[in-house]
């Protein structure tokens, strides 16, 4: 029972070895060549569209019941950022957490920047940039407009042209107002007003001047005309999301919306829809007034786009009435607390869901308050990543505890063991019924070693679920040569760790924590008797090896806290074992590795 043991041992690390290498290895490498090859084809198509004359979407007739199409989807891109912020009127945009204008053309929200975060861990580098005008390459804006048929004139779309009335600048203590008035006598006033971080509401009202009522629907969309470069589609969802009707929660892959070109739940009264990336989004929550049709959909007529957008029944106003209609637009980034938050304050159904925190929420959303709240107590998210390492430990401590005392009593009982298996040596029917009656005598697990590897795994993943996809850990520093804890490790072994004039190649690249961790983990595994099967033996000789190599390409915080774990394993089998007054391993096996092995002959 004792080869059982190892061999369930075996088995648990050659299947975390296994699935931590397909994840995090093949399916990255795999989904990489994949986007070389879109891309190319991305390359030919618009080699093709160049060659084409654009189309005047202004001349699109618009239908009822239709969202009308955006000027700029197609042709190529017309001028860099700086140029086309430049051409035409804007409300310039100016609050703690966010600047930009937005385009009195459609009134779009298509220039906004995230005024605390930077691309790089640099803090003089570039501010990170959400939203662009829909003329440039990686366009990307959000629209509320208004559609109908023609009896109800020309209504504000992606065309219309604005007029500000009074202040020119929004700020979260200054709304500003902009109007239009149609050709039948339809008044249209938009205020829009933002609070202190990411949430802009549009409150639209429509006035009827004419003598015969009118029927409206409002719509929303979000697109964007290209696909983030450092997407990761194995960890968390980017793309196309959205929580309405029966359905929930929908989480689309711009892969798969390329294929189905157009997804559409049941109407809805409440919810949300918009696109995701890792750390930031764009989200639109349309008014509950009336129940709205969702969309995600794909069009490739010119120039390929991703959209989320709804459209709502439609809604009459009156001769001499008006009609107010307020939606939600979501544009900054996916905060915990704030979105939080939102959802609480604002009353928006699962808005939580706009963060990615996987099948293993149960675990992943406990793990990311255990840390923020260390967070915040020590001011340094590597010390609050050790201090979740102790309560983790503690948390478990009566399960390992019988676990490492089985283990012990297994050690004493060695000699026993040892008798039965020459005793019954040609009976291996009895030698398994006398160990199992051995096992019972002593009160020995013979699968309690495989406990402190497997609780590791669902701990392992849920905190590196954290480490990825919050944004509370994006650039966040330990100590040292250690800038962002969601990175690698950026030292490399192979260079001395920067001392030698040269950068190690990639596969080679190991930083000095993933050496740490290899260390801590080859030490805990000579804390045992070396496995008397051959090929388990080997198992355990190279896995820190493995691991080492596996580990370096994961973020810092996640090396830290497996080899602080180690290190606190070796201290809780040390005085485990001892108490149970059992030898330690460690020192004779480390002595043994020097000795020389003895030939077959001798």
Not at 260 to 289: C, F, M
Not at 351 to 363: A, E, H, K, Q
Not at 454 to 460: K, R, T, Y
Not at 523 to 528: A, C, D, E, I
Request: proline share 7%.
């Amino acid at each position: 029972m004792e080869n059982n043991r190892n061999f369930f041992i075996t088995i648990a690390l050659s299947v975390l070895i296994l699935t931590l290498w397909q994840v995090f290895y093949m399916n990255p490498r795999i989904e990489t060549q994949r986007e070389t090859a879109r891309v190319e084809a991305q390359r030919q198509e618009q080699k093709q569209a160049e060659k084409a004359p654009a189309p005047n979407d202004a001349a699109t007739p618009q239908q009822e019941g239709t969202i009308p199409d955006a000027p700029g989807v197609n042709g190529l891109p017309l001028a860099d950022r700086a140029d086309t912020l430049a051409e035409g009127a804007r409300v310039k945009i100016d609050t703690p957490s966010l600047s930009g204008s937005i385009n009195l053309v459609g009134a779009r929200l298509d220039d906004l920047k995230l005024k605390h975060y930077t691309e790089t861990v640099d803090k003089n580098s570039p501010e990170i940039v959400l939203l662009n005008p829909s003329t440039l390459k990686d366009g990307y804006f959000a629209e509320i407009g208004f559609a109908g048929s023609s009896a109800a004139g020309k209504l504000p779309g992606p065309d219309t042209v604005w007029t500000v009335e009074g202040n020119k600048t929004l700020t979260p203590t200054t709304p500003v107002t902009l109007s239009y008035t149609n050709d039948r006598g339809l008044t249209f006033k938009r205020t829009i007003s933002v609070d202190d971080e990411y949430m802009f509401t549009f409150d639209d009202t429509v006035t009827n001047n004419a003598s015969t009522p009118v029927s409206l629907s409002s719509y929303g969309r979000v697109t964007r005309f290209n696909k983030p470069d450092d997407r990761s589609t194995y960890v968390l969802h980017e793309g196309l999301i959205g929580v309405t009707g029966t359905e929930g929660l929908q989480e689309i892959k711009y892969s798969k919306i390329e294929e189905d070109k157009q997804v559409k739940p049941g109407k809805s009264n409440d919810g949300w829809l918009g696109i995701t990336d890792k750390y930031w989004a764009v989200a639109l929550v349309p008014s509950e007034k009336q129940a709205f049709q969702p969309r995600f959909g794909y069009f490739d007529d010119g120039r390929t786009r991703y959209q989320s957008d709804y459209l709502t029944d439609q809604f009459t106003v009156a001769p001499g009435q008006s009609n107010t209609q307020q939606t939600l637009v979501f544009a900054g980034a996916k905060e915990v607390s704030t979105i939080n938050a939102y959802e609480k304050d604002r009353h928006i159904r699962q808005f939580d869901l706009l963060i990615d925190w996987g099948w293993f929420y149960f675990i992943t959303k406990p793990m990311f308050w255990l840390i923020d709240t260390l967070y915040k107590f020590f001011g340094n998210f590597g010390l609050a990543i050790l201090a979740t390492t102790v309560i983790v430990k503690g948390v478990f401590f009566p399960l390992a505890n019988k676990s490492y005392a089985s283990m012990a009593n297994m050690k004493k009982v060695q000699p026993k063991m040892t008798e039965i298996r020459e005793k019954y040596a040609d009976d291996k029917m009895k030698q398994q019924k006398a160990m199992m009656e051995l096992y019972k005598t002593e009160k020995i697990n013979p699968i309690a070693g495989c406990w402190p590897v497997a609780l590791q795994i669902p701990v392992f993943f849920a905190l590196y679920k954290v480490l990825y996809i919050t944004i509370e850990m994006r650039h966040a520093p330990f100590f040292g040569w250690i800038h962002d804890l969601a990175a690698p490790d950026p030292t490399s072994l192979f260079n001395l760790f920067g001392l030698l004039p040269f950068a190690a190649p990639a596969f080679l690249h190991i930083g000095v924590l993933p050496t740490i961790m290899g260390i801590t983990m080859f030490l805990q595994m000579r804390m045992n008797p070396t496995p008397p099967d051959p090929t388990q033996a080997m198992i355990f000789t190279w896995m820190p090896v493995i691991f080492t190599f596996m580990m370096a390409g994961f973020p810092a915080g996640l090396v830290l806290y497996w080899a602080w774990n180690n290190t606190l394993s070796i201290v809780q089998q040390g005085i485990i074992m001892k108490r149970q007054g059992v030898k330690i391993e460690l020192w004779d096996n480390l002595a043994g590795m020097f000795k020389k092995k003895p030939s077959p002959a001798e």
